[in-house]
């Protein structure tokens, strides 16, 4: 029961832990490939970051802000639809 309690524990002190610069563009990588292998039409990758999320099993602040990285690079644009990204890839 304690270990549990323990490992429990430290998975919410990751989850509270503000990620590296290089892990932060190693998730924006893993983004643009998790979009472009869910992609039904190629040329037009659209990402939402609840599904994202949930897919690559990150909160979604983190997969904003792996998105914000992209942006700057000019990879990622926001939509008009709350959450929705696309890419330009």
Known sequence: MLVRLQNFIAERLETLRR???EETEQLAWEIVEYGRM???VPGIILIEVSEAAYRLREPPRRIRRSLWLLEMKGIAHETDFEDVWRLSA
């Open 38 to 40: 869910n992609t039904p």
């Open 19 to 21: 990620p590296s610069p």
